[in-house]
């Protein structure tokens, strides 16, 4: 088993930056690759950024591209999503996800453990 804990969220004005952490535990060598995901109200849980626990390949969604940076702490086992020039679309509970299976995950369903979730409010 693999518990994930993330932290970092809160409010920020539109422009501002966070910077999410996602500590993993428990059998993280077991590990692949680890994922943020986004689910704002009302809307699917989206797959925002993943990267292989190698750090080697990364994957970002189109809407965060060039504004988001994922990158990994093998040492820490953490994994970081920063974020940058954040906009109001962005405001969303942000998930940490940790998958064992060879192969970058881009679903939810590659996904095998599960983080709380931290909220994201960008104001206007």
């Known amino acids: 088993q693999v518990q994930l804990v993330e932290s970092g969220g809160g409010l920020v004005q539109a422009g501002g930056s966070l910077r999410l952490s996602c500590a993993a535990s428990?059998?993280?060598?077991?590990?692949?690759?680890m994922g943020w995901f986004r689910q704002a109200p009302g809307k699917e849980r989206e797959l925002v950024a993943a990267i292989t626990w190698s750090g080697v390949t990364t994957y970002y969604a189109d809407s965060v591209k060039g504004r988001f940076t994922i990158s990994r702490d093998k040492a820490k086992s953490t994994v970081y999503l920063h974020m940058d020039n954040l906009k109001p679309g962005d405001t969303a509970i942000y998930y940490c996800a940790a998958d064992s299976t060879y192969g970058l995950g881009l679903t939810l369903n590659d996904y095998d453990y599960w983080g709380q979730g931290t909220q994201v409010t960008v104001s206007s």
């Open positions: 428990g059998r993280t060598s077991s590990i692949y690759d």
